[in-house]
């Protein structure tokens, strides 16, 4: 019976190579059956699958390879159900067996069968891949985030107002709004000329008017900004909780991954475009942006003028950025400021009403295991680290200076500092932000003179409020 069944089985198999490879089963060629390309394939031999399509059973009904191969497995069941039933008889008496109570021989069976049929789901050209985004991806992100955008306008006050407008976002249902400084300027008080209580006023700010995705229209009122971070907070009395937004973390952003912008350009209000990361770590200097102590998101998204403070989401619909601005001599490369930083500013503002930050009187590079090794080429006597940041200049009469850093050293750790973590221009500013008016130790690697410890103490740099302008280097705030 085994015998029997195995030359069954075989039988079985040959047949399927012959339908799969489009050759008949006695001699010549099927009518209307095509002939394939003698090729190495997965089924053995020189036969090859027919590039789209094969005859089955009747030569003037093409069908697909996915349903040949559905047929054939169908086909294998059949006999495999048949050989089941006559074992069972053979084996019982006369009483038909389920494939349960015969569980030697399906394993038998199913052995034999692997190894002549072939392989249905290497072949099978519709066979199921990795998993694809929805149509609706992007439409899905917008949705969850979409009500608590908003559209900012400005008019100025005077005899001839001069408006201006943008984007914002809600981010607490008491009607708390964040936006850039930049599109809430003509909002802000004047500086006063001449200085001191003897100036005088150059005029009062603009009016604030808040719009939202659902038409509602509030009047807001700038609570502070920040020209060095360009951000602002705005509020609106609503008497009830409006929607927000959730934000989420930037520092999880990798480049190529989708973003959507949401925001109001060119007074077009609930516009959505999207694109990808380009660069989750854009320095400022890289930008010509002076002053700016933020690394920037890069992204092909459409942002243009009115989408300034309107939220770049990921595909969860959360904020991870706050458009900022684009660059004019090019399409595809716009920025947005990282959420983290907004929060951190956001922070700061509610606690001191200022942002806070450290000034030292030093430049900073900070350096790499290759560019390590560049300047100990350069220099033997450069200090022997493979990370660290170096000081390549030292403001005379400032903190550094009385601290005793010297031009040249490499600060490789400060107290404080995460243990095993590589020392980083931005790790360092925030220890110092932390540390302001406060002793901070510093180890620092010396040319010729080995390892110190120096005390630090950093100053307040200067507040300024306002909104900040046009940055050079050929990029505009939208």
């Known amino acids: 019976m085994r015998r029997r069944l195995s030359k069954d089985v ?148 005077g005899p001839f107002p001069v408006g201006s407008s943008g984007s914002g976002f809600l981010c607490d249902p008491d009607g708390t709004i964040l936006t850039n400084a930049h599109v809430v300027a003509d909002a802000l008080p004047a500086p006063r000329r001449g200085g001191g209580a003897a100036g005088t006023p150059a005029g009062a700010g603009g009016a604030v008017t808040v719009t939202l995705q659902d038409g509602r229209v509030f009047e807001g009122r700038v609570v502070s900004s920040d020209a060095v971070s360009d951000l602002a907070v705005v509020r609106v009395e609503a008497g009830a909780p409006l929607p927000c937004v959730r934000l989420g973390s930037a520092s999880r952003l990798r480049v190529g991954e989708w973003v959507v912008a949401l925001g109001s350009p060119l007074h077009l209000q609930n516009s959505v475009t999207a694109g990808i990361v380009s660069c989750v770590d854009r320095r400022a200097a890289e930008l010509g942006l002076a002053g700016a102590r933020t690394d920037y998101i890069q992204t092909d998204a459409a942002i243009n003028r009115g989408n300034s403070g309107g939220p770049l989401l990921n595909l969860a619909g959360e904020v991870v950025g706050i458009s900022c601005m684009k660059a004019l001599a090019a399409d595809g490369v716009s920025f947005a400021i990282p959420v983290d930083t907004a929060i951190d500013v956001m922070r700061q503002l509610a606690a001191h009403g200022r942002v806070i930050r450290p000034h030292v009187g030093i430049k900073m590079l900070e350096l790499t295991r290759h560019s390590a090794a560049r300047f100990r080429e350069r220099d033997p006597g450069f200090p022997d680290v493979t990370a660290g940041i170096l000081v390549p200049a030292v403001t005379p009469g400032s903190p550094a200076d009385r601290a005793g850093l010297r031009q040249g050293d490499v600060v490789t750790g400060w107290a404080g500092a995460a243990r095993g973590a590589p020392p980083t221009t931005k790790a360092l500013v925030a220890a110092l932000g932390d540390s302001i008016g406060k002793p901070l130790v510093l180890q620092v690697a010396r040319p010729g003179a080995g390892t110190l410890s120096l005390t630090l103490v950093a100053q307040e740099v200067p507040w300024v409020g306002g909104a900040a302008g046009a940055g050079p280097n050929g990029n505009a705030r939208p």
């Open 10 to 157: 075989q039988l079985l198999a040959l047949r399927s190579r012959q339908l799969w490879s489009g050759m008949p089963s006695k001699g010549g060629a099927a009518p209307g059956v095509p002939k394939p390309e003698a090729a190495p394939s997965a089924l053995g031999g020189s036969g090859t699958l027919p590039e789209s399509r094969l005859s089955w059973a009747d030569p003037r009904r093409p069908v697909s390879i996915s349903q040949g191969a559905l047929a054939l497995i169908l086909m294998g069941g059949v006999a495999l159900g048949a050989q089941h039933d006559r074992l069972g008889v053979a084996q019982h008496g006369g009483a038909a067996s389920t494939p349960s109570s015969t569980p030697g021989a399906a394993s038998a069976l199913s052995h034999q069968l692997a190894g002549h049929l072939p392989s249905f789901g290497a072949l099978s050209q519709t066979a199921p891949g990795p998993p694809c985004l929805s149509p609706h991806f992007i439409a899905d992100a917008a949705a969850k985030a979409a009500p608590g955008v908003v559209n900012i306008v400005v008019v100025g006050r």
